[in-house]
């Protein structure tokens, strides 16, 4: 890459443990990875308390899972944010641009195209498919995450150089459990209502299971790809 990446964000648990899957596979143990909790509002004290500068960290990538809101975007496909859009409230949004040659340079090591989509944050988890759907259209957003807008935002003033690439674990045709009573104030998960959230909503389990599944295998293998010295 031309620019140097000096670390992954990426969300604690099984992402954060495929990332590092991905980097040990390409021998690379220079890059840090920073785990984040859940949540743009959690994320966002968190990175602030870390105080990094662009001395340290001129330029950092952040990769996750996220979820498809057009059909454009299947299971285990990658995507790069041209930026993040979050809607303050029903009438006020914003949107905060990553940085657009630091993503050219990180996509050039993929050897494919990939699109180049803005995302939108939300601070829930968007669990319906129709809800996906409609949200993509109104915003005109390829997917949505819930830590990329509060990355974007601590950073801001930083001068660090931000790239951000996801992988699909979840589409817009299937609804997936509604586990946003698992997510505590801290952005941590709560195992007993994650657990009650599975079992009580088997078939949309089985859905989140298969497309975490299938995502996580193409984010350790990406990583792998991106930082394997050629």
Not at 18 to 46: C, F, K, Q, W
Not at 65 to 72: F, Q
Not at 94 to 116: E, H, M, T, W, Y
Not at 167 to 193: F, T
Request: glycine content about 10%; hydrophobic content about 40%; aromatic content about 6%.
């Amino acid at each position: 890459m031309e620019q140097r990446i000096r670390a992954i964000l990426v969300t604690r648990g099984a992402e954060y443990n495929a990332v590092g899957r991905g980097l040990r596979r390409a021998n690379e143990s220079t890059v840090e990875v920073l785990p984040l909790p859940i949540g743009s509002r959690a994320v966002y004290p968190h990175l602030e308390s870390l105080n990094l500068t662009r001395e340290k960290y001129p330029a950092v990538l952040v990769m996750g899972l996220c979820g498809s809101l057009k059909p454009d975007h299947g299971l285990g496909d990658p995507v790069f944010y041209e930026g993040c859009t979050y809607r303050v409230e029903p009438s006020s949004v914003r949107f905060l641009s990553c940085a657009a040659q630091l993503n050219i340079d990180v996509a050039k090591r993929l050897g494919k195209p990939v699109p180049l989509i803005k995302g939108l944050t939300s601070d829930r988890i968007i669990w319906s498919a129709y809800e996906k759907r409609e949200l993509g259209k109104e915003y005109d957003t390829g997917v949505v995450d819930m830590e990329g807008f509060g990355i974007l935002q601590a950073l801001k003033s930083t001068g660090i150089d931000v790239a951000m690439m996801r992988v699909v674990s979840d589409d817009c045709h299937r609804d997936i459990p509604d586990l946003n009573g698992a997510i505590g104030p801290d952005g941590s998960l709560r195992p007993l209502p994650l657990a009650l959230g599975m079992i009580r909503q088997p078939a949309r389990a089985a859905n989140l299971i298969q497309g975490s599944l299938q995502g996580l295998r193409a984010l350790q293998a990406i990583t792998t790809l991106l930082f394997t010295q050629n």
